[in-house]
């Protein structure tokens, strides 16, 4: 099991020294917390994975929990380079819903995002883990709301619905049905929501026109009826 820790015992980002074998830990975390979750990510899980002696976990990073934290720290910044290319060419809501249908596809097949799902998890029963983590899902809210703003930028809904608000219930929806799937490994729920979710965005673009009855700009919800 992950050894607790305590507050004072958990490192912030950006720990210094990079070796062969820091990243071959990191990447042995990474893929122990997919397999065995946060409860399974021993230091000698772990230092199996990565071919080496446990004793270097705590040598290169302290504690599991500091190891930990650099698996979800590589892995998020990872995804989010990859999600910031996916999206770069999204201007609407039907291209954005698409775009999040085949991230969230490619996710649950490399077991990405269950690597943060395990450290929520592990949260619970970590002292101090839990603002480390929260500092760590505010970078996929920031994109979200980024994703949302640039995808409503020439709608209405821009000045009446908050981008913020939207962007957390979408990072709680996506981790929520990540949970769900991997309950009992059925994905149609979830792809089910994201095909009700298209179908929504191509109802509200069919309601908004480019201009409004006066000319001035897009149509809002009572023009558009």
């Known amino acids: 099991m992950a050894k607790s820790g305590t507050v004072s015992k958990i490192r912030h980002q950006g720990v210094v020294g990079p070796s062969d074998t820091r990243r071959a830990l990191i990447d042995a975390a990474t893929e122990t917390l997919k397999a065995e979750g946060f409860a399974g990510a021993s230091a000698r899980a772990i230092a199996g994975r990565a071919g080496c002696n446990q004793g270097l976990v705590f040598y290169h990073f302290g504690s599991v929990v500091n190891l930990l934290l650099a698996a979800l720290d590589a892995v998020s910044a990872d995804r989010l380079e990859h999600y910031g290319t996916a999206v770069s060419g999204v201007d609407s809501p039907s291209e954005l819903v698409e775009v999040a249908a085949a991230i969230f596809q490619e996710d649950l097949d490399a ?3 269950s ?3 395990a450290m929520i ?3 619970s029963s970590t002292p101090g883990l839990g603002p480390e983590v929260a500092d760590r899902i505010a970078p996929w809210i920031q994109f979200a709301q980024q994703a949302v703003e640039v995808s409503l930028v020439d709608s209405w809904l821009s000045s009446a619905i ?14 929520g049905l990540e949970m769900l799937t991997h309950l009992d490994g059925d994905r149609a729920p979830a792809l089910a929501l994201f095909e009700h979710a298209n179908r929504f965005a191509a109802l509200f673009a069919s309601m908004t026109g480019p201009t409004t009855k006066d000319g001035s700009g897009e149509t809002g919800p009572e023009e558009a009826r």
Do not use: H, I, K, T
């Not at 981008?163 to 709680?172: F, G």
């Open 111 to 113: 077991g990405y995002v």
């Open 121 to 123: 998890a592990g949260a």
């Open 162 to 175: 908050p981008s913020q608000d939207v962007a957390v219930a979408v990072v709680a929806l996506y981790l």
């Open 115 to 117: 690597v943060l799902v």
